[in-house]
């Protein structure tokens, strides 16, 4: 018997569920993180909250499962959330959320140029988008821009925790509005305009594909990590 691990990565709450190599559900797990909104318009967490509790759910979801049966994981995930790591991969300030409202006027001033991002993006704004978010960071709190070393969607953070690869897939990158989607990589005209650099973002993958191995801390021997996709794809 194999096992496979799907993780949801909610606003609310991370589900993890298990299932056998013919399709059935084995078991889930559920457990909730808080969402904290310090001013109007804000909403933010705490992405450690969101690696802690998938931990924890792992934890009990292979109760009684031999670890060397476990094939693979794969995720989806709220999309648009900015998380930002220093050069030390600590998570510089909560993670930004994909309904935080803050970035309001950083999106209107996109939007003053709907053509520049259609072409470059397939995208116009939107407050929920990245982009917007790291415009703001960078115009408010400077300091924390500045020690961004990787930039990354919220169920990517828990990929990365897993295996220390920084990637993303398609769908989920989309939503970045750093996206070219006609050409399938990053336009450098909006990086340029967010003032970050490729290398701070992260790897592009198919949904499907292979993005590494779970660190050997986890002791996963015969496991493999795919990207997943957003929510919402």
Request: hydrophobic letters at 35%; a negative charge.
């Amino acid at each position: 018997m194999s096992y496979y691990v799907g993780i949801d990565l909610g606003t609310s709450s991370v589900k993890t569920l298990l299932l056998s190599d013919n399709g059935e559900v084995v078991s889930s797990v559920t457990k909730e993180y808080p969402l904290y909104f310090p001013h109007n318009g804000w909403s933010e967490q705490n992405p450690e909250d969101w690696y802690n509790q998938t931990v924890s759910a792992l934890k009990e979801l292979f109760e009684g499962i031999e670890a060397s049966k476990v094939r693979s994981f794969s995720f989806s995930g709220q999309m648009h959330g900015l998380v930002m790591l220093d050069k030390n991969d600590n998570v510089i300030r909560p993670a930004l959320l994909w309904n935080d409202s803050r970035s309001q006027a950083q999106t209107d001033s996109l939007n003053e140029s709907k053509d520049f991002l259609l072409d470059n993006t397939a995208n116009i704004a939107f407050a929920g988008f990245t982009a917007p978010k790291i415009l703001w960071l960078k115009e408010n709190e400077k300091q924390n821009f500045d020690k961004i070393s990787k930039i990354m969607l919220p169920k990517d953070f828990i990929s990365y925790r897993l295996t220390g690869v920084h990637a993303t897939d398609f769908s989920d990158a989309s939503g970045f509005l750093l996206l070219d989607v006609k050409n399938r990589c990053y336009s450098k005209e909006m990086l340029d305009i967010c003032g970050i650099e490729e290398k701070q973002m992260p790897k592009l993958f198919e949904s499907y594909e292979v993005i590494g191995k779970p660190k050997k801390e986890y002791d996963l021997p015969n496991a493999v990590v795919c990207a997943g996709a957003g929510d919402n794809a």
